[in-house]
T-cell receptor
Framework: DTEVTQTPKHLVMGMTNKKSLKCEQH?????MYWYKQKAKKPPELMFV???????INESVPSRFSPECPNSSLLNLHLHALQPEDSALYLC??????????????FGEGSRLTVL | GQQLNQSPQSMFIQEGEDVSMNCTSS?????WLWYKQDPGEGPVLLIA?????ELTSNGRLTAQFGITRKDSFLNISASIPSDVGIYFC????????????FGTGTRLKVLA
């Protein structure tokens, strides 16, 4: 099973709202990622969690707040977003450890629209 | 962030034709990944390559890890309409790191 599940698939929010994106994987992967993708562009890395600890923050604005409650779950909390934050948000996971296969698996994405 | 050079940027082909695309980098990679992405969906992993010179197939898809470790190629044989989408390559430097560098994408359109 190489499945990464993201909810919701679509989200519309105002600039004053607080919402969250959720991601779950049951592949035993210990690295989980949030990417942002604009139309016709490649995914851009936002955050990486390794063994449930934040290991990379690509200078993402604080209105995006990641959380990793356990090794299978990853959340992205959203607050006071701007219209330019509208994008497809992708969660991904990979196996990390003594043997790194290097394979990165993506979820189907959450399409976020900020009004 | 850093991106890989991927070409062509887009291509229109007739159904049944073969397709080739490639990615080049100024850095050496230990892993090359190829993805297909449909509109509004997440990228789906097609092929993973781990060794220089490696040639790997997945159905009508064949990918190669360049000998210099700075490039990779993806070929699609006998294209069909469902091959339409954006194809991304991604490179991974070394084990234990978490950064994957993505290509700029090749948009494929198949004319029936």
């Amino acid at each position: 099973d190489t499945e990464v599940t993201q909810t919701p698939k679509h989200l519309v929010m105002g600039m004053t709202n607080k919402k969250s994106l959720k991601c779950e994987q049951h592949m035993g992967h210990r690295a989980m990622y949030w990417y942002k993708q604009k139309a016709k562009k490649p995914p851009e890395l936002m955050f990486v969690y390794s063994y449930e600890k934040l290991s990379i923050n690509e200078s993402v604005p604080s209105r995006f707040s990641p959380e990793c409650p356990n090794s299978s779950l990853l959340n992205l909390h959203l607050h006071a977003l701007q219209p330019e934050d509208s994008a497809l948000y992708l969660c991904a996971s990979s196996q990390m450890g003594l043997i790194n296969t290097g394979e990165l698996f993506f979820g189907e994405g959450s399409r976020l629209t900020v009004l | 962030g850093q991106q890989l050079n991927q070409s062509p940027q887009s291509m229109f082909i007739q159904e049944g034709e073969d397709v080739s695309m490639n990615c080049t980098s100024s850095s050496i990679f230990n892993t090359w990944l190829w993805y297909k992405q449909d509109p509004g969906e997440g990228p789906v992993l097609l092929i993973a390559l781990y060794k220089a010179g490696e040639l790997t197939s997945n159905g009508r898809l064949t990918a190669q890890f360049g000998i210099t470790r700075k490039d990779s190629f993806l070929n699609i044989s006998a294209s069909i309409p469902s091959d339409v989408g954006i194809y991304f390559c991604a490179g991974h430097h070394t084990s234990g790191t978490y950064k994957y560098i993505f290509g700029t994408g090749t948009r494929l359109k198949v004319l029936a």
